[in-house]
T-cell receptor, first 114, second 115 residues
């Protein structure tokens, strides 16, 4: 059973506009969340993370929002750039309480149109 | 290099043959993970090493899959009697666990094709 879900397999956005990628999780023990970005033929690279003690974390153009009551997180990219075109994975962990295992979503392919 | 490396980058094998996939983690990273990504799927957890021991083998799909790690460094994932459903990209990641709040550094993956 998929504990982390990304229900949108793809998203297209015009350059300069906001990209919003969504992720839902089912396990209330998860308390640490990450977003990874993946280009073709490369491994995922870390983008941004958030701990459950926060509801927002910002790093430049990237902001992650966490809604614990809804078990939902989102990644906002503003402004979107063509180089942001990639597959984005969200991941969740309960830390040592979940054996240090990370659960990944199926990914959302973002295309930023110049 | 400074990153996680994996070899081979691509492997084509015939059904029924055994394959070995190698992962060199970042020096000093004590945790090592194997995942696989099948077409259209997310990253599926396979196994996790802390040092040379594997506290969590729950993700291994069958007894045809095994993994070992030696010297707290290099890890090998072995698939015996490969099947077509084993075709996937196998990704390795390493990290330094600190209080369970850490990020993983991924290698480029090995694309396995079983014909």
């Amino acid at each position: 059973d998929q504990q982390v879900k990304q229900n949108s397999p793809s998203l297209s956005v015009q350059e300069g506009r906001i990209s919003i990628l969504n992720c839902d999780y089912t396990n209330s023990m998860f308390d640490y969340f990450l977003w990874y970005k993946k280009y073709p033929a490369e491994g995922p690279t870390f983008l941004i993370s958030i701990s459950s003690i926060k509801d927002k974390n910002e790093d430049g153009r990237f902001t992650v929002f966490l809604n614990k009551s809804a078990k939902h997180l989102s990644l906002h990219i503003v402004p979107s750039q063509p180089g942001d075109s990639a597959v984005y994975f969200c991941a969740a962990s309960g830390g040592f309480n979940s054996g240090n295992q990370f659960y990944f979503g199926t990914g959302t392919s973002l295309t930023v149109i110049p | 290099g400074a990153g996680v490396s994996q070899s081979p980058s691509n492997k084509v094998t015939e059904k029924g043959k055994d394959v070995e996939l190698r992962c060199d983690p970042i020096s000093g990273h004590t945790a090592l993970y194997w995942y696989r990504q099948s077409l259209g799927q997310g990253l599926e957890f396979l196994i996790y090493f802390q040092g040379n021991s594997a506290p969590d083998k729950s993700g291994l799909p069958s007894d045809r899959f095994s993994a070992e790690r030696t010297g707290g460094s290099v890890s090998t994932l072995t698939i015996q009697r490969t099947q077509q459903e084993d075709s996937a990209v196998y990704l390795c990641a390493s990290s330094i666990p600190t209080s369970g709040r850490f990020r993983q550094y991924f290698g480029p993956g090995t694309r396995l094709t079983v014909t």
